[in-house]
Every structure is written in C-alpha cells, then in structure tokens.
C-alpha cells in the first residue's frame, strides 16, 4: 500500500460497492424510462431533467443548460484541495431516430449517475479529499455535444475523465475512429430532361461523379480508412434535369491526423466533379473540428480491467483489441486528447450489435442492468485510486504525456 493512501482500495471498495448496490434499484427505474421515452440529440429535455433533478436531490450542486448546451448539465461534489484531485465522469441520454436507445445511453446515464455517487461516498467518509463532477453530455448521436462543451469552457476543472458504453463484448482498449462529416451540395441549371437536355446543368451528374470518383478512391486508401455517404437530394422528378442535389459523407480513420489526408482527397473529389458537370459546388465540413480517436490511458484502463476481471467478465488482451478496431466513432475521443481518459465497453450480455433494434431491445433487461452495475464499481474504483494514491495519478499524467503528442492536445 502506497503512504499516500488515506484508506486502503479494499475500504474504498466496500464504500463504493455498498453505495451503488444501494442505488440499484433508483437507478434501475431511471433507466427503464429513459428507454421507454427515448428522446434523440438536440430534444432530450425530459431526459436531462431527470438525471439533473436526481442529483440534486443526492445533493450535488448542478448547473444545467451550461456550455452552450440546452440540453446539458454538470452536477459537482467536493472541494479542490492542494492534495485533491478532480474526477470528472460523463453521461450521455440521447436516441436514435426510429431505433430508441439502440446505442445504450439509458445505461450510460445510469452509470454515470452511479460512479458519480459512489465517489461522493467516498468524500463523505473522509478517507478521500478531492471532487467529482458528473457531465450531462448531449447529442453525443451528432458527435457534437462535447466537443461544443469543450469549446465553451468545459472539463477545464478536472484531473482525469471516465465514462462507459454497453457492448456486445469487453474492451477497455477501443480506440474508435476518428471523424469529419461534410455536407455537399451541387447547383446546375434545370431543364426539359426529353425536350432539351442540352440546355440544363445536371447537378445529378456531379454528385453521381462525386460518388464514383470517392469509390474510385477507396483503392489507394487504407486499411483502418472509412468515406461512406448518402444523397440526400436526388431532384425532383424524372423529367427535368435536376438543378440541385445535396450529400452528407463521413471520412474516418484511426486518427485525426489520417482524417485531415483523406478530408483533403474526397474534397478534391467534390471539386473536380463540379469541374467536370459544370455545376457549382459548396461543401460545409464541421466547422466545430474533428472527432478524434480515443487515446485510453494504460494505467487507468488496466486498473478499470482488474477490477472488472473480479466480476468473472472476460477481457480481450490489449494487442488483440488495438489490432481490430471497431470503427464507430465518439465526441469522446477530444476529451482524451486533453487529459487521462478511458471510455470501456462494457458486455451487456448481447450477440447484437450496436445502432440495431436487437440492442436497443438487450438495453433494457436485467442482465444488462446488472452488467452495468458491476461495470459502474470498477470504474469507480479508478476514480478511487486516482483520488487517494497520488503516485498513482502521476502515472496517469506520464502516460498521457508519452502517448499524446503536446502539439495533439485539446
């Protein structure tokens, strides 16, 4: 045991097992309605009012509709003290259209709600001396709401970041993607498409040359790299030569630096289609900056595993996970570039796969409730050895510096 320690990890432990076996139930319930009322980003107004008043009520100091976020919220316990260190912890409640809670943010909400007061517990023993603070973190859906967060004066205040997601299986290594999204549109000249074609400007030709030249492309990408998109607006009818049409394309890959080269190709894509049809072309790319790829810190990520290991759940080995990414990506990756971070997968005891009416259904069961349960302790025992070991945390610091280059960070 470290001399820095105010109390060893296994009092720690009981306070915060004990502490969040007896909130299982609330937190059960808040969980069965934000999946039976699943609200999509930018409108989860009833959502965030519940898990806001809900802490308040275990009397955290909240604040809502902060960081340029209506939908938002930051509940916040404890003192900074010269030996204390903030935690900060993030929840997320947003749907998706026509799937409901088909990512499992119902059960991300809960357990953030849950380490969030399992460390208040912790504070209140007097065995630990530091902060917490729990972020309502929206329209994560849109890969936005954090990063707009971050932009307007958030998580400036914390010392490390922890936040989980239900799976189909186990990784406390999961990179994710990285990701720019742009929308594109190309504006022609319409016409009489059987009468006189030759007097239109066919913005369908300039898109569908946009689409073939990013397939085109795909052979002189790389492994890890992703362009995928829709049209969004085709034209109007089969016989006038379309003056409009419109797309909405992501580009990813494994970092952000990878995603600005391919960002660069696919415009230049656009671009020489709109050459080639004579159309004019306008691309709106995010103008609130990349998502990036999540750098998971080592010793809080091992400690995470340890801990979850004690449940009987089944890691895969870090070599295994970082060689086979599973290409989502999330606004939580910018976050992990600006200080120690880790965001697991959790197994909620489901063979379906994220984004489906399976999973949405598999987020809502016992087993689930449970998987989350017992995932919400080991990541509050991050928090714990992070709040009561100060070796430990400058650890933590070491391996952000070492793995996030200064010139890369947020």
């Known amino acids: 045991m470290s001399a820095k320690l105010q109390c060893d990890p296994a009092e720690a432990r009981e306070i915060i097992y004990s502490t969040i076996d007896d909130l299982s139930s609330e937190l059960r319930e808040i969980s069965l309605d934000l999946h039976k009322n699943p609200e999509i980003s930018l409108q989860e107004h009833r959502s965030y009012k519940i898990l806001a008043d809900y802490m308040e009520k275990k009397g955290f100091k909240v604040t809502r509709q902060v960081y340029g976020m209506e939908t938002s919220f930051r509940a916040e316990y404890g003192e900074d ?24 943010h119902n059960l991300i909400a809960i357990s953030g709600l849950a380490s969030a007061l399992a460390v208040k517990a912790l504070l209140e023993s007097g065995k630990a001396s530091g902060k ?18 971050m932009n307007n004066g958030a998580f400036k205040d914390i010392d490390v970041c922890l936040m989980l997601h239900p799976s189909n299986q186990n990784r406390h290594y999961e990179s994710f993607f990285a990701l720019q999204d742009v929308k594109v549109e190309y504006h022609g000249k319409p016409s009489h498409a059987g009468g006189a074609p030759w007097n ?11 689409w073939v030249s990013i397939g085109l492309l795909r052979q002189q990408l790389q492994g890890q790299d992703r362009v995928h998109g829709i049209i969004t607006d085709g034209g109007q009818a089969p016989n006038i030569i379309p003056s409009f049409t419109s797309g909405h394309f992501y580009v990813r890959s494994s970092s ?14 656009f671009r020489a289609a709109a050459l080639a049809t004579g159309t004019e072309v306008c691309t709106k790319w995010r103008d609130i900056g990349t998502c990036k790829n999540i750098v998971q810190n080592a010793v809080l990520a091992d400690t995470y595993a340890k801990y979850l290991e004690e449940f009987g759940e089944k890691l895969q080995t870090r070599q295994s996970q970082e060689a086979n990414p599973g290409g989502a990506s999330t606004d939580f990756g910018n976050l992990s570039y600006a200080f120690p971070s880790i965001h697991p997968l959790f197994d909620i005891g489901t063979t379906e796969f994220l984004h489906t009416a399976g999973f949405a259904n598999a987020t809502h069961t016992e087993q689930a409730h449970k998987a989350t349960i017992n995932a919400s302790k080991a990541l509050s025992m991050v928090a714990a050895h992070t709040l009561l070991d100060k070796s430990f945390y400058e650890s933590t610091k070491q391996g952000f510096e070492t793995t996030v280059p200064l010139n890369m960070r947020n």
């Open 81 to 104: 003290g010269s030996e204390g260190r903030s935690i900060g912890i993030c929840s997320e409640y947003d749907a998706l259209p026509g799937l409901g809670h088909a990512c499992g």
């Open 200 to 210: 239109g400007v066919n913005a369908l030709d300039a898109i569908c040359q946009a």
């Open 132 to 149: 917490v603070i729990l972020y309502g973190t929206p329209s994560e859906e849109l890969l936005s709401g954090k990063i707009i967060m």
């Open 256 to 269: 952000a630096t990878r995603v600005d080269e391919i960002k660069q190709k696919v415009d230049n894509c």
